[in-house]
C-alpha cells in the first residue's frame, strides 16, 4: 500500500503512522483499524479583505463492530479565517457570503453550519457518502469543482 504524509516526504520508514500500521498488522485476531482520515491539500482565498483557509478531510469509521459491512463514509470540509479583526468580520456579515457561502455547499449535497470560536466565526460542512467508489469519486470532485473559488463568488 503506497501512503504518504505531510512529514516524511516520500520516506515511509520514518512516517509514525505508517511505523504504527505496521505494527498493528499482525495482530487482526485483537486489534482492527476502527476509522481512517484522509486530509487533502487545504486552499487558501480571500473574501472581503479577510483569507481563508478551506480544509478538507474523508473519513470512514466502523460502527459498533469489525464487520466490513458496517462503516460510515464522511466527506467534510472547514473553512477558517486568518487574521479577521471586528471590521473585517462586520464586512463579511453586510454582505452576506457566509449565507452565500452556505448556499453553494449545499448545492453540492454538503450540510453544515457557521458557528464562532474565540478567533471569529468558522464553518463546517459534511456530506455523508455511500461506499468506497463515492469516497474516491467524492476526492476527485472536490479537486474539479474548486470549491475555494466558487465561495468568492
Known amino acids: 500500500m503506497a501512503m504518504r504524509s505531510v512529514t516524511t516526504s516520500g520516506q515511509l520508514g ?3 503512522l505508517f511505523r504504527l500500521f505496521q505494527h498493528f498488522e499482525g495482530l487482526e485476531e485483537a486489534w482492527w483499524t476502527s476509522s481512517v482520515n484522509f486530509e487533502g491539500q487545504q486552499r487558501a482565498f480571500t473574501v ?39 471590521n473585517k468580520e ?23 453550519k457557521w458557528d464562532q470560536s474565540p478567533h471569529g466565526p468558522f464553518a463546517l460542512f459534511e456530506k455523508t457518502l455511500r461506499d ?14 474548486r470549491l475555494w473559488e ?3 463568488e
Not at 60 to 68: H, M, Y
Not at 133 to 141: I, M, Q
Request: with cysteine; hydrophobic share 35%; aromatic share 10%.
Open 90 to 112: 462586520a464586512r463579511l456579515r453586510k454582505s452576506k457570503w457566509p449565507e452565500r457561502c452556505q448556499r453553494q455547499m449545499r448545492r453540492h449535497g454538503y450540510r453544515g
Open 48 to 86: 472581503e479583505g479577510t483569507r481563508w483557509k478551506m480544509f478538507f478531510h474523508v473519513y470512514a469509521a466502523r460502527l459498533r463492530s469489525k464487520s466490513a459491512s458496517k462503516v460510515e463514509f464522511k466527506s467534510t470540509i472547514t473553512l477558517w479565517p486568518t487574521g479577521l479583526t471586528k
Open 14 to 16: 520514518r512516517d509514525p
Open 132 to 145: 468506497v467508489k463515492a469516497v474516491t469519486a467524492e476526492v476527485v470532485l472536490l479537486d474539479e469543482l
Open 150 to 152: 466558487r465561495v468568492t
